[in-house]
């Protein structure tokens, strides 16, 4: 994803007993066979000379509708694709002879990017027993007994499963280098840690989608004063956000390296324009619905006479 507009990563002023139902096999009524093809993996992915201040985060790169009017009927048709593939990859998982295949969506961004916004509207278009959600806080004491990849990988998802990360293994290359938590060799040495640990999962069956949610910081103002003026969103607000703020333009330098130092073949970082949140939405889905029309998964072969089960299950109430 290359450069485009104006600066804005700154705080500053600038009949047939078995029936096949599959959408993809035979089109669905709410136009899921007339979904526009995109390439999003292409429009969004974080290129070497990423520069941030580059990407407007208004910008609608790929979106194939007129605006958020046109948002709710392609998020509706991306949901009944999206299901039917979860369900394949969660099918295949079932048998012994398949892949131990697995997707894992990593979601990172400053507060009010909307991380919980995409697991609620992305993820909740699909079968919740195929989804492991994982927000990753503060570390534990226990946690801070282990390397710190130790939590991560205690939450990969298993086969057949979509993870979905809410902040990742980034927070030990930003948190810890904006705040100045430990020295800059040692998260330095943590990028290549963190590559070696993507090119294991994705050697093992995971498809990673790195997603960072880019707003600007006049959008998390808004986003801060909504929360604060409604009682039933205080507990969404902390008094540490404001001070985040103020190390806006540190988190945006830190958030560029790891970007670029991260955005491998294997693993590659797409950046989400953020501030129009039908946007963000449509764009996390599409992104996971190109990866999973890579993997292909198949649905399993019957591992039974399925004619001889049909007449045993026909005659079950004969007598």
Not at 220 to 229: F, H, K, N, T
Not at 244 to 261: H, P, T
């Amino acid at each position: 994803m290359g450069k485009k507009k104006k600066d804005t990563g700154s705080v500053s002023t600038k009949k047939s007993h078995v029936k096949k139902t599959d959408p993809m096999a035979a089109p669905a009524a709410v136009s899921a066979q007339n979904y526009p093809t995109t390439d999003l993996r292409a429009a969004l992915r974080a290129d070497p000379d990423l520069y941030l201040g580059g990407i407007h985060p208004d910008d609608t790169p790929g979106y194939p509708g007129k605006g958020k009017k046109d948002a709710p009927a392609l998020t509706a048709a991306l949901g009944t694709i999206l299901s039917a593939w979860q369900e394949r990859l969660y099918a295949e998982s079932k048998v012994k002879e398949s892949p131990d295949r697995n997707v894992l969506v990593i979601l990172q961004g400053m507060d009010t990017s909307g991380k919980s916004g995409v697991v609620r509207h992305v993820f909740g278009l699909v079968d919740p027993q195929g989804i492991k959600i994982h927000a990753f806080k503060q570390p534990t004491k226990e946690e801070l007994e282990h390397d710190f990849l130790w939590r991560i990988r205690r939450q990969v998802p298993g086969p057949g499963m979509i993870g979905i990360f809410d902040r990742s293994q980034y927070e030990d290359v930003l948190v810890v280098r904006v705040d100045g938590l430990v020295e800059p060799h040692v998260w330095e040495n943590r990028f290549e840690a963190i590559n070696e640990f993507e090119l294991d999962l994705a050697r093992s069956g995971t498809k990673l989608i790195k997603c960072f949610l880019h707003i600007t910081p006049q959008e998390q103002q808004a986003r801060l004063l909504d929360r604060l003026s409604d009682s039933t969103k205080h507990w969404k607000y902390s008094p540490g956000d404001v001070a985040a703020r103020s190390q806006w333009n540190e988190y945006m330098e830190a958030y560029n390296d790891l970007l670029v130092r991260c955005s491998t073949d294997v693993a590659p970082w797409y950046v989400i324009p953020a501030n129009n949140k039908w946007y963000r939405n449509w764009a996390v889905a599409s992104l996971l619905l190109e990866h999973l029309q890579e993997m292909a998964p198949q649905w399993p072969e019957a591992d039974f006479d399925v004619a001889e089960q049909i007449a045993a299950v026909s005659n079950s109430l004969a007598a």
